[in-house]
């Protein structure tokens, strides 16, 4: 039949809806807050417990949509039901707290429960760490030749073949460049086979018309030799550079006379004898009197009396005037030290090979000074 008619118009659905009381709110907010006592006290993490905070206390909480039935509630009930809901708040939160005080305190006793330590058991012990012995005598020389207003230069162990061997005066035709003996990366680029590369790069950077230069180049060199107990395929190189006006070589002498008695005492002589290298002219292989024997003869010495030791010369005006600087003005010298080899010698090791091993037994017969 569908819905009344009256009077031509539809019937209107009734809008007396039963409203709550006050007695009804206060009601619901005290089993609210009976069922957070019940959930709170049955939380087993801090997740959980901030998860009924929201369920309860949030914006969109439980406590909050009773709260909106006061609305319908006559005016002077409105302070009774809001007293109930702030003394419910109040109570959930207290007891959120004092559970969320119950959870710290489990979670810190579990940490400290696996962190406990046992007094009563022996020490760790830790050896120190100390610096590699080659190392050690780098750092011995490069606080002398510091010491001696020397500067430190950096360079580069791919370098370039013009660098290398050109501008070091290494003539086309020199063994060092053939491929047995160096490694090369590419046409252009090999592993350095020595430090003095450092020479022509910084001769050509640096102004004379400031200061003299004075220089050492610390780093790895690399050559393609058979390992065996004098020789290695990557070794350590000192190279040494003066240059000014009126170097002569009895400065060369001079310097090198300093650094042998550092490193090997005050007792210990040198003497030159003449050789060659391309980039020195004159060039003088530099020996030092034997310390085991002091110059009587030995088997370390082949009973000659003397040690060779390094390499040097006066800087050939070839490199000068190949990096800009008039060789009719400034003259200088150049030494290479084998750091591996001083080592060797200072401390009487027999195989180069002893320092690559890192055999704590060998190692740490070298303690460091300070």
């Given at each position: 039949?569908?819905?009344?008619?009256?009077?031509?118009?539809k019937?209107?659905?009734?809008?007396n809806?039963?409203?709550?009381?006050?007695?009804?709110?206060?009601?619901?907010l005290?089993?609210?807050?009976?069922?957070?006592?019940?959930e709170i006290n049955?939380v087993e993490?801090?997740d959980?417990l901030?998860?009924?905070?929201?369920?309860y206390?949030?914006k969109k909480?439980q406590?909050?949509?009773?709260?909106?039935?006061m609305?319908?509630?006559?005016?002077?009930?409105?302070p009774?039901?809001g007293?109930t809901?702030?003394?419910v708040?109040?109570?959930?939160k207290?007891?959120?707290?004092?559970?969320?005080?119950?959870?710290?305190?489990?979670?810190?006793?579990r940490?400290?429960a696996?962190?406990t330590?046992?007094?009563?058991?022996?020490?760790?012990s830790s050896?120190?760490?100390?610096?590699h012995?080659?190392?050690?005598v780098?750092?011995?020389?490069?606080?002398?030749?510091?010491?001696?207003?020397?500067?430190i230069?950096?360079?580069?162990?791919?370098?370039?073949?013009?660098?290398?061997?050109?501008?070091?005066?290494?003539?086309?035709?020199?063994?060092a460049?053939?491929m047995q003996?160096?490694?090369y990366?590419?046409?252009?680029?090999?592993?350095?086979?020595?430090?003095?590369?450092?020479?022509p790069?910084t001769?050509?950077n640096?102004?004379?018309s400031?200061?003299?230069?004075?220089?050492i180049?610390?780093?790895?060199?690399f050559?393609?030799?058979t390992?065996d107990?004098?020789?290695?395929?990557?070794f350590h190189?000192?190279e040494?550079?003066?240059?000014?006006?009126?170097?002569?070589l009895?400065?060369?002498?001079g310097?090198l006379?300093?650094?042998a008695?550092?490193i090997?005492?005050?007792?210990?002589?040198?003497?030159?004898?003449?050789?060659?290298?391309?980039?020195?002219e004159?060039s003088?292989?530099?020996?030092?009197?034997c310390?085991n024997c002091?110059?009587?003869?030995?088997?370390?010495?082949k009973?000659?009396?003397w040690?060779?030791?390094?390499?040097a010369g006066?800087v050939?005006p070839?490199?000068?005037?190949?990096?800009?600087?008039?060789?009719?003005?400034y003259?200088?010298?150049?030494?290479?030290i084998?750091?591996?080899r001083?080592?060797m010698?200072?401390?009487?090791?027999?195989?180069?090979?002893?320092f690559?091993?890192n055999?704590?037994?060998?190692?740490?017969?070298?303690?460091?000074?300070g």
């Amino acid at each position: 039949m569908g819905e009344a008619i009256f009077c031509g118009q539809k019937a209107r659905p009734s809008k007396n809806v039963a409203k709550e009381s006050h007695m009804d709110l206060q009601e619901k907010l005290q089993d609210l807050q009976q069922q957070a006592l019940k959930e709170i006290n049955q939380v087993e993490s801090l997740d959980q417990l901030e998860s009924i905070r929201l369920s309860y206390l949030g914006k969109k909480g439980q406590v909050t949509q009773v709260l909106k039935g006061m609305k319908d509630l006559d005016p002077k009930d409105r302070p009774l039901v809001g007293k109930t809901a702030n003394e419910v708040s109040d109570d959930i939160k207290d007891m959120i707290e004092t559970s969320k005080d119950r959870l710290e305190s489990q979670a810190l006793d579990r940490k400290l429960a696996e962190e406990t330590i046992d007094v009563s058991l022996p020490g760790r012990s830790s050896e120190p760490g100390q610096t590699h012995v080659i190392l050690q005598v780098i750092e011995e020389l490069e606080d002398l030749f510091i010491g001696m207003g020397y500067k430190i230069v950096e360079g580069y162990e791919i370098e370039t073949d013009h660098y290398n061997f050109e501008r070091v005066n290494v003539p086309k035709d020199h063994p060092a460049r053939d491929m047995q003996d160096t490694f090369y990366i590419d046409d252009l680029h090999l592993l350095r086979t020595h430090t003095s590369p450092t020479q022509p790069r910084t001769l050509e950077n640096h102004d004379f018309s400031k200061s003299p230069l004075k220089m050492i180049s610390v780093g790895k060199v690399f050559r393609r030799d058979t390992d065996d107990a004098t020789h290695s395929h990557q070794f350590h190189q000192i190279e040494g550079l003066v240059v000014d006006k009126s170097i002569s070589l009895g400065d060369l002498k001079g310097t090198l006379e300093v650094m042998a008695k550092k490193i090997f005492g005050d007792s210990r002589q040198i003497r030159l004898r003449p050789s060659y290298f391309p980039f020195t002219e004159p060039s003088v292989e530099v020996d030092l009197s034997c310390f085991n024997c002091d110059g009587e003869g030995c088997s370390i010495c082949k009973h000659t009396g003397w040690i060779e030791v390094l390499g040097a010369g006066m800087v050939h005006p070839q490199v000068l005037e190949m990096s800009g600087v008039d060789s009719s003005t400034y003259s200088g010298f150049a030494f290479g030290i084998g750091a591996d080899r001083i080592a060797m010698l200072k401390y009487e090791v027999d195989d180069i090979r002893h320092f690559y091993l890192n055999d704590q037994r060998f190692l740490s017969q070298f303690k460091a000074k300070g």
